[in-house]
Every structure is written in C-alpha cells, then in structure tokens.
C-alpha cells in the first residue's frame, strides 16, 4: 500500500478507471450500463459483455477495438475486480505486446530493445493463451494465474521478439501481466518518480513506446492526438512517433479509452475522465521528470493537478488491493530503472527537454503570429518590433475606447457646456488633459487656425477629452498617449511657416480636420509617423523660404543701391 | 551541434531579452485582474491575454461606434457634439 503512494497518481488512474469500469457494470446491471468490450478472437472482432459473451462484430479492421478492449481487459484483471477478464480470453497482440513489454521492463542495456522487439513481434497464438489465462482468475491472486500466463507470454514474445530478455522474476512478471496496460503506465511512471534516473527512464519508456507505436503497424495506428482529444478506440498504444511525452501517456490512456470506449456510455464519462487523468498524469511524470523538462511540465502540471485531484477522490473508491500490486510492480521496476545506463539517460532527459522547450517555442511563436493578424498594417518581421507594435496599438486601443466611452457620456451633458465648449478649447484643452502630449499645443493651435490640418489631426484625439475636461473633469486616467515628438514643432512653427504648412499639407474644412482623425488614435499615430517626416521639411523649406525674400530684397536693395549709388 | 546552439542562443538571446522586457510591458498593459503572479505569467500566456484583450477592445469600439451613431441620430446634426462624435466613430 505504501509502495504505492508515490505513485498513487497513476495508481489512481488504473484503479479509478477500473474501479469506474467495474463499479459501473457492478452497480447498474442494467444491460445499458453493462461493459461491452470488444474482444479480438482469432481474427474477429468480438464484443462481449463483462459477463457473457454475446455477439461479434466486424473483423479484423476493428482490430484497435479489440486491441482497445483487450487492454481494457487488462486494466480489469489489473484490479483484480474485474471480471472482465473472461473477455481477455481473446488478448491479443496488444496484450501479448503489452505483456512482454511489462515483463521486460528493465533490461540493462536491452532495455529498449526488448520493449521494441516485444511490442513489434507479438505473436498472436500467445496473446490468446495469455488471454485466456488472465482472463480468468482475479487480480488479487495474480502470482499464481500469472505464472501460467507467463509462460506462454515469455514463449511466444521470445518467439517473436529477441530472445535476449532475461527472464523476469516471476513476482515482478505477474505484475506486470496483470496490469499490461496500466503497469506499463505504472511503471514509466515509476521509474520516473521512484529514480534519479527516472527522467531517463522515462524517456526509455516513453521512447520505447513511441518506438512501440511506430511499429507496431498491426495492432494501432497511434493517434495520440485524436486520443487524446476523446478517448477513441483507436490507441491503445496511441502515442505519436514524435510526440515521447505523449506516448507514455496515450499508452496509458489508450487502456483508459478502450475502457472507456467499450463501456457504456454513463461508464464512458467517467473512463474518460479517467483517461485523460492518466494521459495527464503519464504526462506529468514524463515531463516532471526532475528536471528535465520544465516547460512542458508547467503546462502540464496545472492540468494533471487539477485531474489529478479528481482522480484522487476518485481514488478514495479505488482499489487497495491494486495499489498494493502497484506497489510489488514498481519495486521491482525501480530496481530495474537503476540499471540504466546513465548516459542513455541523460539523452533522453535531454530529448525531452528539447522537445519541450520546442513545443513552448511553437507555442509562443503561433500566439505571436495570431497577435500580429490582429494588429493592423503590421509588417514587421522580427519579433521585437512586432511586440513593440503590439504595445501601440494597444495603448491606442484603450485610448480610443476611453475617449469613445466619454463621448457617448459627453452628447447628453454637451448641451449645457456647448456655450464654453469652442472658446475654451483653445486653451483649456491641452492643459486640462494634462496629459502631456504635444497634442494639447496642437489643440491650441487648431483652434486658433481652424484651417491648418496638420495640428487638427493632432489635436483631433486630444480635443474631445480636452472638453470633456474641460466641463466635466477627467473621469479616468487617460493613458500617456505615445505622441510623436514633432507634435509641438507644428505649434512652433506654425505661427512662422503657417504657409508652409498649409500647402505642403492641404487643407481641410476647418471643423473636420480636428475631428476626423480621432476615431482612430493609430491611424493618427501612424499618420502622425508620416507627417513627422514632411515637417521638418516643412520647417526647412520654410525657413529658407521665408529668409528668401528678405536675402532677395537684401539683394535687391543691395543691388539697388549698387546701382543706385 | 555545439557551435549551431551558440550561435542560435547568441542570436536568440538578445531577441529574448528584448522579448522578455517587451511581453512584461504588453503585460502592464492588461487588465490587472488578469494578471496572476506576475513572475510567472510566461509569454505564451501573455500574448494571449493580448489577442482576447485587442479582441475585446475592438468589440468595445463597435459597440461605442453604434452606441455614438446611436446618439448622433437624436442630437441636433450641425451642433459641435455632433461633429464631435462624428469624429469619434470616423
């Protein structure tokens, strides 16, 4: 029991799910809510009940849902409640994959290798043998039937995988061929938490299944996504070649979701729920896996806490007896996980950190991508000038809907202020605001020259807030509007150059331009980086300009005088 | 390999300074409630409190346009509020 603690997460998983499963079936005899699990016999899909055998489906195309239920199965005799296990009479390639999969967990160098070669070559004769012999008898006394179903298991895996396995001992084999599925979960997840070494460990595992799944054509088509999405019947080994995180989990899933498939659908809910705690959980331990992934692990860690809390109550229904195989499954297996090699280890830590860390840059890099569609004429590139976009946009977003928000309060209040609303626009509107933008000076100057255009468009966002406080006093916080600094040069300069400017810019109706540039602050931002650009222009050309005539008429008077004299 | 990952975090870690100081200030710009410990928010995060937030914003705008036009229509058309709020939903 104790043994099991640690691990009680996954722990909880199998016998959440199991206990799901069985309770289900057990509480609700109702046919509904009886446990429909598809079997695969000798080449044909068939679907029984937990109790009975009844029809048969399709064949050998629905061989995940016989994978799926066989695994089911599994979980089932795992917790030792299941009666189920009459149906993994008909186990499988999965099971018998499965089955030596677990058998050899941790096999020093070959550990990998053998998990490949196991799930690869599953032999079909002995999945039925080793089906029949788990189906019967309980899970509590797993030693005994194990031992027969053993022997079978390790003579067709041998047959079919590389005979180079060590024998396991039989303690360690029981428990993992009861569990099949869930120990193999249990125990990447064991290895995981119980080692140092579990990171890689875990990554063995986990990479053993990816290896598993990429292989093992026949049996599953890992979809881990799809499994993920909804415990589909299609994985149980579900996990996707790349994807190493996920394959632990899948694997584990992939029992939940063949339980949760097969089962009825009030049983289904709370499979998948189940499943998706343990994919969650495979994930956490995979990604927790100290230290190695850290980014992967955040995410999935608030997930996995919040299923795994569910799980834990669930758990208070769970299976003792469960965990306390767990608990004899994961010593052995812990023992086997100290074997590894370390550097393989460090590898494969390495790995997952990587693919973490890649996922955490896909991650933020899709969010950037979707920023930028949002922000309007952005074309940068790089992301530095992108977020620096973003920002402005931003603030003038708010902007926009503050000043917005005060107008639809201004109109029904406009009417006694209307009187003082033109005069003391001039001057009350730059520093009533004070906001500090080179606006206000604008404001001053559109409305002492309504005709100029350039500071109307200035002054345009800044003039409704401007009256606004002018008559009712700033209601909120404007944000510092990011003006650019040749604001106040218009103020400047106008009065020298007011021609200047008024050609080189055009001129609008004198009560428009203040106005028409506000409904959209980034537009006036953006159109104000454009005029920026003509205005020293503007200056220059002025100055020269204006100092022509008086050179020109120096000259003249220059040159008259010459003459004149 | 080595040299590719120097030269990648040489790269990257100048873009991720920069990166890291630009989310923190798109995040001052969020709306506090959203914020939770602040140390921890990481970027993915806060750009996507950023894109329902610009989304947001842009609802509000339409909202207030209508809501402006709204107004518009029942105020005196050659008054100064009405150009104002003309400029406002322009």
Redesign the interface.
Known sequence: MNHCVPDFEMDDDYSILSSSTLNRPRKSPVPEDEIMELLWQNGQLVMQSQNQRSFKKSPPSKHQDGDQSASKEIRPSHHHHQQQQTVTDNLFMQEDEMASWLHYPFNDANFDNDFCADILYPSAPCVTSIATTTASPPVRPIEQPVEPRHLPVPASASAVASSSRPPIPPVRRTELESSRIPNFAHFSRHKVRTEPSGPSNSKSVVRELTVVDSCDTPAVVPESRGFRAMPSISNTEGASGGNNNNACGTIAIGAAAVAASTHSAGVSIGAGASSRENLATCELTVTSSPGCSSASA?PAAPKVAAEDRKRKDREAAGDAECRSEDAEFESPNTKKQSRGSTSTKRSRAAEVHNLSERR?RD??NE??R??QE??PRCNKS???SM??E??E???S??L??Q???M??G???M?FPG?QQ??PPMGMGMGMGMGMGMGMGMGVDMGMSRPMMPFPNVLA?PS??TA?AAAHLGPRFPMPAFHMPPPAPDPSRIQPNQPDAMLGSLGLQTP??P???????PYQQYLGLHQMQLPLPQNQATGQPSSSKPSTSKDAENLENHPPGT | MSSRRSRQSGVSRI?DD??IE??S??RQ?LPEIRERRSDKV???KV??E??S???N??K??DD??E??SQ?LS??DAD???A????????
């Open positions: 955040e955490r991650r933020i969010k950037m979707a920023l949002l922000i790089d992301k530095a977020l620096d973003a920002i946009y931003l603030k977003l708010q926009q809907v000043m917005m928000s107008g639809c201004m109109v029904p406009m209307v609303f033109m345009g003039l409704p009256a009560n428009q203040w106005m028409s540039g506000f409904a959209d | 873009s920069q990166i630009l989310v200030k798109l710009h990481s970027a993915s750009l996507q950023t894109c937030y610009i989304k914003l842009h509000e705008v207030l346009s809501r402006l107004l029942t105020i008054s100064a509020e150009a104002i709020i003309r400029s406002l939903i322009m």
